[in-house]
């Protein structure tokens, strides 16, 4: 258990640290000069078993409240200490502020200094705590009576913390979670190279673990750990941790770095969540406000973007986005509080959402719906809330379950018991409500469906024409997927690319099934060098000009070839290799510029057909002329499919 102090300026921290523990925390020059803690400083008790308990004591003078939160936000229990002479000061309240901002709610009040002062003021200061604590995380604290200068209360302390920490190490361990270390301080030692301190927010970490530093995205390996000031193999989740890090120098380290496993790596710059304004702000909280984002240990500038409404009244609650002055690591679930542009004073807190937050459509009533959704803490119910929602994106599993940081085998579980379907988008995959998938699926047949009735002899519909008649219109990503679903569904099938249901049958009849019979072998011998029509015409006198284009044209609206200019039928397989070809010429050309010359003597056809061929290729969008030339707009292979 990671136990951290509170509490006004010389009311006792630190004399109570080293009074339970034995160790005097202040560690700097300044510290020892001045009377006060400046910095993080940690201590160490034994709980008489294979455990121990961990302190943090922070920095109680206003000025460094800064130091105060870094150390703050990995604790497991408080210890706010408050002088019995002073009662509650400035300091205490504002650090209580915080502690209940970071969602705190495990703690004990020390009144310390009672061997000062006469009974009855130590009487009054437990009215004055109590009062406080009203309406806190922190309410049902007990509250001790101790003198570090006499030791009085302090076995009775020392006994409740031990008590704590019994009924917490189970809870605090959070195994099945990847883990995260938040960095509060880095140094170098002499043979050992750069060490790394923090509280350990989930999961375990041994030695030889490969893991990351983030948001820089360093690489490192783990040389050794010390747990809560012992040398060991391995550290969990609510210990304190020092790590020898092989693979960065101690430079490279900032205090508010995550040391977390690699597949947590994801920086942001701008994260929603839900804010909690201090009711002791005298305005609200205004769009684009400025402000100090403290989170783990990080301290970032940022700007606050209210979701709903205009503002945040003080003492009210609201959904915030908050874009960074430049990344930083964080999570669902991570707590977080903002101070003032001038870090003067704590404004509000409240918790992440959505740590991968993007800009566009940030106050769409469906994004506001869908941070509703995610704002749960129980992984499966919101998983449900937000497949219920319907987004036409549906929901990126290895997304949501990154933040919500949890290891393979429990996201297998939550799935196991959510009705979903899922479909592989570009690698990924993006899980669905059945029927949201349904809806899909029903309208994509039933456009196919009508457009076989209307055009009975065409071979179906191209990608795009059938994207922009499908009800609710998926995003681009989502319809290609759901296409391949179909498809090896059985239920539609691709010819080149046309799609089409796969009972839709397109076959010539009668004089057209002749006609292609007798001029399709020279078609063949031709390949990508067709005869002109003109020239199979004079080949066989029988045919007829008028019943030889409606064949061709037939044939060309099932996609069994091109018409290219007055004279070409080129079949749909040799098209595509002209088309291929082509498109290899301009890639290789210095300003990716498709020339005809270089085409017709790559490829050795006449310059009768190699015109037509490139103006085609502009007609049907393959290609596009500017002021340098003619360059692909596409990939044939992507447009022309396995034709």
């Not at 006499?150 to 361990?173: F, I, Y």
């Not at 991968?356 to 719906?369: D, I, S, T």
């Amino acid at each position: 258990m990671i136990v951290g102090t509170a509490g006004h300026i010389d009311h006792g921290k630190t004399s109570l640290v080293k009074a339970l523990t034995g160790v005097d925390t202040d560690r700097l020059k300044e510290e020892k000069e001045r009377g006060i803690t400046v910095d993080l400083g940690f201590a160490y008790l034994s709980s008489g078993s294979d455990q121990s308990i961990g302190f943090v004591d922070v920095p109680g003078h206003e000025r460094l409240v800064r130091n105060m939160l870094a150390g703050a936000t990995a604790i497991d229990y408080v210890l706010l200490a408050i002088a019995a002479d002073d009662g509650p000061m400035p300091q205490t309240k504002e650090h209580l502020a915080i502690l209940d901002l970071l969602g705190l709610t495990q703690g004990v009040v020390a009144l310390t200094k009672c061997d000062l002062v006469e009974p009855s003021r130590v009487d009054a200061a437990r009215g004055e705590i109590t009062a406080m604590l009203r309406g806190t995380g922190l309410a049902q604290a007990p509250i001790f009576q101790v003198s570090s200068a006499t030791g009085d209360g302090l076995p009775e302390l020392k006994a409740h913390l031990e008590s704590a920490q019994a009924a917490t190490v189970d809870s605090t361990t959070r195994l099945n979670a990847n883990f995260r270390l938040s960095i509060d301080r880095s140094f170098s030692l002499a043979g050992a190279g750069t060490v790394v301190t923090g509280g350990c927010f989930s999961g375990e970490v041994r030695v030889g673990d490969h893991l990351m530093l983030s948001p820089s995205g360093k690489k490192v390996r783990v040389r050794g750990i010390h747990a809560q000031n012992q040398k060991t193999e391995t550290g969990h989740a609510g210990q304190r941790l020092a790590i020898n890090l092989a693979g960065v120098e101690r430079l490279e380290v900032n205090r508010g770095d995550w040391l977390l496993t690699e597949s947590l790596h994801m920086p942001t710059s701008r994260l929603d969540g839900r804010l909690r304004l201090l009711a002791s702000e005298s305005i609200g909280l205004v769009q684009w406000t400025a402000v100090h984002l403290h989170i783990g240990a990080e301290d970032v500038l940022a700007r606050v973007l209210v979701l709903e409404g205009g503002a945040l009244q003080p003492g009210a609650e609201g959904l915030i986005q908050l874009e960074l002055d430049r990344p930083i690591a964080a999570l669902h679930g991570d707590r977080f509080v903002l101070r003032d542009a001038s870090s003067q004073r704590t404004i509000g807190g409240g918790t992440i959402i959505d740590a991968l937050a993007l800009p566009a459509r940030r106050k769409k009533p469906q994004r506001v719906a869908l941070l509703r959704a995610l704002d749960n803490t129980n992984t499966a119910q919101a998983l449900a809330a937000v497949l219920a929602l319907h987004m036409p994106g549906g929901v990126d599993l290895d997304k949501f379950f990154t933040q919500r940081n949890l290891q393979a085998g429990v996201s297998a579980d939550i799935l196991a018991v959510i009705p979903h379907q899922t479909l592989a988008m570009a690698g990924t995959l993006f899980a669905f409500a059945p029927e949201q998938l349904q809806t899909f699926t029903s309208s994509a047949l039933e456009t196919l469906k009508r457009f076989h009735a209307k055009s009975p002899d065409s071979p179906g519909l191209v990608r795009d024409q059938m994207h922009r008649q499908v009800k609710e219109r998926p995003f681009a990503p989502l319809f290609d997927a759901l296409l391949e679903f179909l498809i090896q569904g059985k239920e539609i099938k691709r010819s080149g690319p046309h799609y089409s249901l796969v009972s839709h049958v397109v076959e010539l009849q009668g004089v057209e099934k002749q006609i292609w019979e007798r001029i399709k072998p020279w078609l063949d011998e031709g390949g990508i060098h067709p005869p002109k029509l003109s020239d199979l015409m004079s080949r066989d006198r029988t045919l007829r000009k008028d019943q030889v284009d409606r064949t061709l044209q037939r044939l060309a609206r099932m996609a069994k070839g091109h018409l290219v200019g007055q004279e070409y039928f080129i079949q749909s397989r040799y098209f595509l290799e002209l088309a291929q070809r082509a498109h290899e010429l301009a890639l290789a050309d210095p300003q990716r510029r498709l020339n005809v010359k270089d085409l017709r003597e790559a490829v050795g056809t006449s310059r009768h057909l190699s015109m037509p061929l490139v103006e085609y290729f502009d007609q049907i969008g393959l290609t596009q002329r500017d002021t340098v030339g003619r360059h692909f707009k596409r990939d044939p292979r992507k447009m022309l499919g396995g034709q």
